[in-house]
């Protein structure tokens, strides 16, 4: 009879409370909602006075290439372009600019290929002094440039480099191995290992899976590496005013630094060189700006 009472007790039903239910709880944290609140003004004022900081210098820069020599007006018009012209044809920037360029592109490949292989080995391989090899690559990025100035410039001269561009790609590649690698091995440990075991069970070598599954989904990285070894070997300047002597192999940085006198300054063709200089810089930062914001999303694993 107890059993009974009890069990019919479990399937007894619940009365409902009586009176108006509670307000459901809102899923939105409040720090969303708080954001929501904001007024944009807040948002808009803080960038807009960041945007108008940055740009104002460019606009100085193009204010004095571009308006006539002399003139104090703050409107570059009428539009001259002779500071451009002499700068280009009468102080070499054309040769300057295809130097850099060349460094640039040289040193972009070169690092991107060693820093693929390293990246590659410290993502998937275990070894004693991995650990520390790290430790290495990290610590290397607190040594100056400076510092190595004199060891670099006697290596070069023993291997006869001086007032080679070689000399100049070599440092820059050096020097940009660490971060490089580091970042590479980053973007490698985010790609599955499954997806390479599934190619070397199809029958691919370890080359071939690489190839054909890990270096695609790895392209936003490399072109972000990429980019960041360009960048720094086009503005850097110490490397090839020490190297690189001779008027025909130095790079923009060293050929702006030649317009600037011991008495005057020719500020219109200063700024015209720094033009010149900060175009393909401009243009690699915006590409960089898209396939850093699209990351992974374009070889992104499902499932």
């Known amino acids: 009879m107890t059993a009974q009472l009890a069990e019919k007790g479990t399937h007894a039903r619940v009365p409902a409370p009586r009176g108006p239910l509670p307000p459901a709880r809102s899923r939105t944290p409040k720090r969303e909602r708080a954001f929501d609140d904001v007024p944009r003004w807040q948002i808009y004022l803080p960038l807009g006075l960041y945007l108008l900081f940055t740009l104002v210098p460019f606009y100085w820069m193009l204010l004095f290439a571009l308006r006539p020599a002399g003139s104090t007006s703050l409107v570059p018009w009428p539009l001259t372009f002779e500071h451009f012209d002499k700068v280009w044809n009468e102080r070499s920037f054309a040769v300057f600019f295809q130097n850099s360029m060349l460094v640039g592109l040289a040193t972009l490949v070169t690092t991107t290929l060693i820093a693929l292989t390293g990246g590659y080995a410290l993502a998937r391989f ?9 430790l290495a690559l990290l610590c290397s990025q607190f040594i100056p440039g400076a510092l190595m100035l004199v060891p670099l410039f006697e290596i070069f ?20 191995l660490p971060l490089s690698i580091i970042l590479i091995s980053g973007f ?22 690489f190839l054909a599954v890990v270096l695609p989904l790895l392209r ?11 960048v720094h070997s086009w503005n850097h300047f110490l490397f090839a005013l020490m190297f690189l002597s001779r008027q025909d192999r130095q790079t923009i940085p060293v050929g702006l630094n030649t317009l600037i006198g011991s008495d005057s300054v020719d500020l219109g063709a200063l700024a015209a060189g720094g033009v010149i200089a900060a175009v393909p810089v401009v243009i690699v930062f915006a590409f960089i700006q898209k396939w850093l914001i699209t990351g992974f999303s374009a070889g992104a694993v499902k499932g």
């Open 188 to 209: 490698i440990k985010n790609v599955p290992v499954s997806l390479e075991e599934a190619a070397w069970v199809d029958g691919c070598s370890r080359l071939r899976a």
């Open 126 to 134: 275990d070894f004693r002094i991995k650990n520390g090899f790290m």
């Open 220 to 230: 936003p990285g490399l072109i972000a590496v990429g980019s960041f070894a360009f």
């Open 157 to 176: 001269r023993e291997m006869r480099m001086i007032n080679s561009l070689g000399s100049v790609i070599i440092a820059e590649t050096v020097f940009q």
